[in-house]
């Protein structure tokens, strides 16, 4: 080995090049990005060079040990070469130079291969198989990162288990023993390497489309950052939040739930760590507090989607709840409560004995499970209206006119779905003028020129409301002995009302000379067709006793359903996209001159 | 004509024809004293609208609205690509013009002209100053037309985005801009300057006080230019006065010059969004995107995204699949060293070209039939 002396030189030599790659490079500037990455690897390449003349000289300055003790020098001398080849094959890739790169990681691979599962050298091992990882990805050969990156991962649960001492950090084989880490933090460093190891597959899934892989990469990511301690509580808890919402689209409720929990748990911790200069600036608060409404609104969609997936399970060919159906799932849920849950649940669980218990303590507040009547969907519900508020606080119309309208929207579909629960109609129809009176107002102050999706949407969404308002007033005059005169004035506002927004919202289609287009575009054709359908229904439903008047109404209803029935002769694509309607429509088309002959004739016997 | 057409209701939407974003490509002349080994050049121009990419094996195809060649005139840009979102602007709409492509690449040359030149009376001057020529005389002939029935009023703003902030052009002591949002307005930057214009003139001295102010901060703060977007906003409001109602229609042209597009050379760094970011990010605090990723393949499930659409895509949130005319110009430089920038431009035009006014209702199917 070398002298003393020597060796410090070299020492002093790796810090310098480590510091130059890692901090100066930092500051480097534009026009010489790399120019402090240039000099570490000069340096590098000096050690490298000192390193082999050594072994050119058979290491003559040795004690002389014997066999054993050449073999432990050979050992230490090969373990610091390879540290000098990663730091040179992560400068390479760092500048660009990706075969080199590849070279010298390799060779640092190869070096290592006899001691991979020793202490000294299992993390600089691993660390060498993420940056081949890297490296091939930047290729776009991500078939052959993830070979390195798999083979990273099962080195680290192989050492685990065979060994578990805290191994040396690659940073170490160039200090002397006193500088050396305690095994607390050679733990934490070696447990960072490895969560980056995870991390870096869960991207390789993702490019893969390992969809569901790449989310229990994620997760295992989320959950080792909560364990080791390297997380910014803002940060993990939108990550975390993030992803409850890719479980959500899984249906994953439970996944989903626990994710939100901790989500809020650890973003309360954000407020209690005093920040590193203690006053924080009032953006700083306002950030915050756009963090905290952007969690509750993935509660919101949370609450949203196990009510719609309830609802889904429950309806019948119409759309109204289904008795049978609700007993059989209730019974099929008492059974099954428990049972599998648990099982699942030791998999995903975050944190560790306390933070663990406060991230139980807040799932507790709203069901994972499917509600199955009203009274457990009003509980879903209210969670979500609270939560709404939460989100609105933050999300004033003032400032953030798409979040506070699709907060709005959000509510309105609680509202929504929770009236298909409710069995009482009047109420029912209630709650349905709960989603009026909340839209009708944000829908007049919009500027179509500036949120014309909105705009459409939320036409559509009070036309669709005004129409299912409609029906409901039609089915609760159908219980009574005759429709009273209120009644029947009800029911057609409500009808002239949804009228109102189907047209606005077909008029939204028009070109600037105010003409409809020819053809629609795909995405607003199912729209566009089921507004031209439910208004010649509207005209069906429109109630009067003067007979002129309800022979005009027969007549502009059977343009509207030719409308659609010609259309699709003329485009035979769009006829899949709307096939019940068509179907309706044409059976329509062929039913109204008859009514209408019946009634021409009718009128004129009178006259 | 469909029945129950009103034909009165007035809604200032746009039509379907034309909200696909139009995509046009340049290709600049190679630089002076390039040497060209084995005939230097990555593509070739085949029509007016196609290119050919010799990329190995097999060469590639690609088809645009339009692609003009090294030899075309500032001039000849300006008509093919711009006229018509002027025009447009003064019906009403709103309008965005895009230049992306690597540094070096001619975005500025496209979008302002030969650099160190502050008047803009010459023939290389650039799209900006040409519309802005264009916008005055529109608004020049309309007042003529109309008399003093119609008045109009032309503000403009200069913002640049870096590193994700704003920062006012026009007002080089600002920093830290914010974007919000208006229920009449739209989108808008609090704060920002609003410089009232009455003449092609005043456009261009505006013009050149924050392009200076951009190329300054360049170099004092040690911000590369290329690596900062500009976005240059006129708004149009016009005033007509019939029968005592006045009726006022005001529009946004917006004159985007954005960042190279290159790899960013420091892999640490979040990259423009607008591109698709390197394959592996190793900053961890990345997670975020590589999930929102998993996300955005729901299935039409409700679901919200925590973060947020990045400070320039949520400025152009009409231009990019909003309710606008929008047109992109891919600036390539024809070099063959530029080969898989070029490439990466070329298809990043060609997604461009697939963004529509996506107006998706959430229109519920259930219950419809009874």
């Known amino acids: ?607 | 004509m469909a029945p129950g057409s009103k034909g009165d209701t007035a809604l200032a939407a746009s039509s379907a024809e034309g909200d696909a974003i139009k995509v046009f490509v340049r290709v600049r002349p190679l630089e002076e004293g390039t040497v060209l080994a084995d005939n230097g050049l990555c593509l070739s121009v085949l029509s007016s609208n196609t290119i050919r990419l010799n990329s190995k094996p097999e060469p590639k195809i690609f088809t645009f609205d339009h692609v003009a060649d090294v030899d075309t005139t500032q001039e000849s840009v300006f008509s093919s690509v711009a006229k018509k979102i002027v025009e447009s602007c003064m019906n009403g709409y709103n309008g965005t013009i895009f230049a992306y492509g690597q540094t070096g690449s001619g975005k500025t040359f496209t979008m302002m002209g030969p650099p160190d030149s502050d008047n803009f009376t010459h023939n290389l001057r650039g799209v900006i100053p040409r519309s802005f020529e264009y916008l005055f005389f529109l608004i020049e002939r309309e007042k003529e037309k109309a008399g003093a029935e119609k008045s109009f009023l032309c503000k403009c703003s200069f913002i640049e985005i870096y590193n994700e902030q704003l920062f006012d052009l026009l007002d080089s002591a600002s920093a830290g801009l914010f974007l919000r949002e208006h229920i009449t307005k739209g989108v808008f930057v609090v704060g920002a300057v609003e410089q009232v214009l009455t003449s092609a003139a005043e456009a261009y001295k505006v013009l050149t006080t924050g392009w200076r102010n951009r190329r300054v901060a360049s170099t004092s703060m040690n911000r590369e230019s290329s690596r900062s977007h500009a976005v240059f906003t006129i708004t149009v409001e016009s005033m007509e006065k019939t029968n005592d109602v006045m009726n006022i229609r005001s529009s946004l042209l917006n004159l985007v010059d954005l960042a190279g597009s290159e790899r960013q050379k420091d892999t640490h760094t979040e990259g423009v969004r607008l591109k698709e970011a390197g394959n592996i990010n190793r900053s961890l605090s990345c997670l975020g995107q590589v999930i929102t990723a998993l996300v955005d393949v729901g299935n039409g499930k409700q679901r919200h995204i925590c973060y947020r659409d990045s400070r320039l895509t949520f400025l152009l949130r009409d231009s990019l699949g909003g309710n606008a005319k929008t047109c992109i110009i891919a600036n390539i430089n024809p070099g063959s060293r530029c080969f898989g920038e070029t490439l990466s431009t070329l298809n990043f035009a060609q997604r461009a070209k697939l963004i529509k006014n996506k107006a998706v209702i959430n229109e519920d199917t259930q219950g419809n039939v009874k």
């Open chain 1, 1 to 607: 080995m070398a002298t003393p002396a020597e060796w410090a030189s070299l020492c002093e030599k790796f810090r310098s090049a480590v510091n130059l790659s890692y901090v100066e490079s930092k500051k480097d500037p534009e026009t010489e990005p790399y120019r402090s990455k240039y000099s570490a690897r000069e340096l590098l390449e000096g050690i490298k060079q000192q390193l082999g003349s050594e072994e050119a000289e058979g290491s003559p300055g040795g004690v002389g040990g014997g066999a054993a003790g050449a073999d432990e020098r050979e050992r230490q001398r090969a373990v610091a070469l390879a540290a000098v080849e990663y730091e040179l094959g992560v400068n390479h890739t760092d500048t660009q130079e990706y075969s080199a790169g590849e070279e010298h990681l390799v060779k640092c691979a190869q070096l290592l291969e006899p001691h991979r599962l020793s202490r000294e050298c299992v993390s600089l091992y691993i660390q060498a198989q993420n940056n081949l990882g890297i490296l091939w990805s930047e290729r776009d050969n991500i078939k052959t990162a993830q070979t390195y990156l798999e083979s990273a991962e099962a080195l680290y649960n192989q050492y685990m288990k065979e060994n578990g001492n805290p191994p040396l950090d690659s940073s170490e084989h160039f200090m002397d023993e006193e500088e050396k880490l305690t095994d607390q933090e050679r733990s934490k460093r070696f447990e960072k390497v490895y969560t980056h190891t995870l991390y870096y597959l869960a991207q390789v899934y993702q490019h893969l489309e390992m969809i569901e892989k790449a989310a229990q990469y994620c997760h295992t990511t989320l959950k080792r950052q909560l364990e080791y301690s390297g997380y910014y509580p803002v940060e993990w808890a939108l990550n975390a939040a993030t992803l409850s919402q890719y479980y959500l689209t899984k249906q994953c409720f439970m996944e989903s739930r626990h994710c939100l929990a901790a989500a809020s748990v650890i973003f309360g911790q954000a407020g209690q760590v005093p920040s590193a200069e203690d006053n924080e600036t009032e953006q700083d608060q306002q950030d915050l507090r756009q963090r905290r409404a952007e969690i509750a609104r993935c509660w919101i969609k949370y609450c949203l989607n196990l009510l719609q997936g309830a609802r889904k399970l429950l309806e019948d060919n119409i759309g109204e709840l289904d008795p049978d159906r609700q007993s059989e799932l209730k019974a099929q849920q008492k059974k099954e409560e428990d049972e599998k849950e648990e099982d699942r649940k030791k998999a995903v669980l975050f944190g560790t004995s306390d933070l663990c218990d406060s991230i139980l303590a807040m799932e507790e507040k709203v069901s994972c499970v499917f509600p199955l009547d009203f009274k457990e969907a009003r509980e879903v519900f209210l969670v979500g209206q609270n939560y709404v508020n939460e989100a609105k606080d933050f999300f004033q119309v003032d400032g953030y006119v798409t979040d506070h309208i699709e907060i709005l929207q959000d509510h309105s579909a609680l509202f929504k779905v929770l009236a298909f629960f409710e069995e009482d109609y009047e109420r029912r129809c209630k709650m349905h003028k709960r989603r009026i009176d909340m839209l009708e107002p944000i829908y007049a102050g919009l500027n179509p020129q500036y949120y014309l999706l909105l705009s459409r949407q939320l036409q559509f969404e009070l036309a669709d409301t005004y129409y299912e308002m409609m029906d409901l007033k039609v089915a609760i005059g159908n219980k009574l002995e005759e429709l009273d005169s209120h009644t029947i004035k009800k029911i057609n506002s409500l009808a002239q009302m949804a009228m109102k927004y189907y047209e606005l919202f077909l008029d939204s289609l028009r070109s600037p000379d105010k003409i409809f287009p020819e053809t629609l575009e795909e995405d607003v054709l199912r729209p566009a067709m089921v507004a031209k359908f439910h208004i010649a229904r509207l005209y069906g439903k429109l109630i009067t006793s003067d007979g002129k008047k309800q022979l005009e109404n027969m007549q502009t209803s059977l343009e509207y359903y030719s409308f659609l029935v010609d259309y699709c002769e003329k485009h035979t694509d769009a006829v899949q996209a709307i096939e019940t309607e068509l179907e309706l429509s044409r059976e329509m088309v062929g039913l109204l001159p008859t009514r209408m002959e019946r009634l021409r004739a009718k009128l004129s016997t009178f006259t």
